[in-house]
């Protein structure tokens, strides 16, 4: 079983930037695949970023350029910069955790951006 503790969240306006980061607990941490995803009311969840436990990374088209996750496995700890930011990438996001079929979601934390 993994627990995460999300932070970072918050206000920001258009142009703005945010650091989420997501504190996981377990000694094999480095192991799992980690990502970020959001949902936005009314809409699905749907991904934002991933990162491998080999730090292959991908991102998804819209926040592409944007946005850089990564991860520091001394921390436990994986981080979601957002620069840039728009109006639609209000969200909540979550942080995940994937091993060997096995799904882990965080609580979510909120980031809305408005001016």
């Known amino acids: 079983q993994v627990q995460f503790v999300e932070s970072g969240g918050g206000l920001v306006q258009p142009g703005g930037s945010l650091r989420l980061s997501c504190a996981a607990s377990?000694?094999?941490?480095?192991?799992?695949?980690m990502g970020w995803y959001r949902q936005a009311p009314g809409k699905q969840r749907e991904l934002v970023a991933t990162i491998t436990s080999r730090s292959r990374k991908n991102y998804a088209d819209s926040v592409n350029g944007r946005f850089t996750i990564s991860r520091d496995n001394a921390k436990r700890t994986v981080y979601l910069q957002m620069n840039s930011l728009k109006p639609d990438d209000t969200a909540v996001y979550y942080c995940?955790?994937?091993?060997?079929?096995?799904?882990?979601w965080g609580q979510g934390t909120q980031v809305t951006v408005s001016s």
């Open positions: 377990g000694s094999i941490f480095s192991m799992y695949d």
């Open positions: 995940h955790a994937a091993l060997l079929g096995a799904d882990y």
